[in-house]
């Protein structure tokens, strides 16, 4: 059974700082990989998708990159705001009509 | 404006008294599905939709419904809550099992 895990469950960082978020999985056969964030009160919020054919994605600071062969992904958020601040949630999609795995996610603070 | 949203957003209630959670997506998107989170377990799938009449269950079906009797909603229903379904409740749709998944903005059940 799949399993995802994410290092570290908690990060603190002052503002403008660069940081990764890691994500790993068991099982390397995955149809994509989702990174989400969570803001309390507002659900979950679709950041970047990667296809197993690809080896990254960029959305503005967003950066995310899927090694599918070693079960790894990480989301490197550049020049990071205060506005950063949330849970950043890694799942992964296996193909089949089952929804998606998901990690216990990394809880972000950014300092002013 | 492309959205999910879930009502009611906060509910308490008692044990054996039915209540439905209500999903609705205006993307016209054929799978929808249903999640709980808990702390310490993440987010995990109740059940899915692959389109109208067609549901199967996830990962923790047990003591839930739902139905699909037309595209753009799907419902959970609760038969008889108990307490160990107090949870933080999801719906996502998206055009299929392996494309991007958009999230509602939750639902937060207590069962007394």
């Known amino acids: 059974k799949q399993e995802v895990t994410q290092i570290p469950a908690a990060l603190s960082v002052p503002e403008g700082e660069n940081l990764v978020l890691n994500c790993s999985f068991t099982?390397?056969?995955?149809?994509?990989l989702q990174w989400f964030r969570q803001d309390p009160g507002k659900g979950l919020t679709s950041l970047l998708l990667?296809?197993?054919?690809?080896r990254e994605q960029t959305s503005g600071r967003l950066n995310a990159s899927l090694d599918k062969s070693s079960g790894r992904s990480t989301l490197y958020i550049a020049a990071s705001q205060p506005g950063d601040s949330a849970t950043y949630l890694c799942?992964?999609?296996?193909?089949?009509?089952?929804?998606?795995?998901f990690g216990k996610g990394t809880h972000l603070i950014i300092q002013p | 404006e492309a959205q999910v949203t879930q009502n009611p957003r906060y509910l308490i209630t008692v044990t054996g008294k039915k209540l439905t959670v209500t999903c609705s997506q205006n993307?016209?998107?054929?799978?929808m599905s249903w999640y709980r989170q808990d702390p310490g377990l993440g987010l995990r799938q109740i059940y899915y939709?692959?389109?109208?009449?067609?549901?199967d269950k996830g990962d923790v079906p047990e003591g839930y419904k739902v139905s699909r009797k037309e595209k753009r909603n799907f419902p959970l229903i609760l038969e008889s809550p108990s307490p160990n379904q107090t949870s933080l409740y999801f719906c996502?749709?998206?055009?299929?099992?392996?494309?991007?998944?958009?999230f509602g903005p939750g639902t937060r059940l207590t069962v007394l």
């Open positions: 996502a749709s998206s055009w299929g099992p392996n494309n991007e998944q958009f």
């Open positions: 993307m016209n998107h054929e799978y």
């Open positions: 799942a992964v999609q296996e193909g089949g009509a089952d929804g998606l795995t």
């Open positions: 990667i296809q197993s054919s690809q």
């Open positions: 099982d390397s056969a995955i149809y994509n």
């Open positions: 939709s692959m389109n109208v009449e067609v549901t």
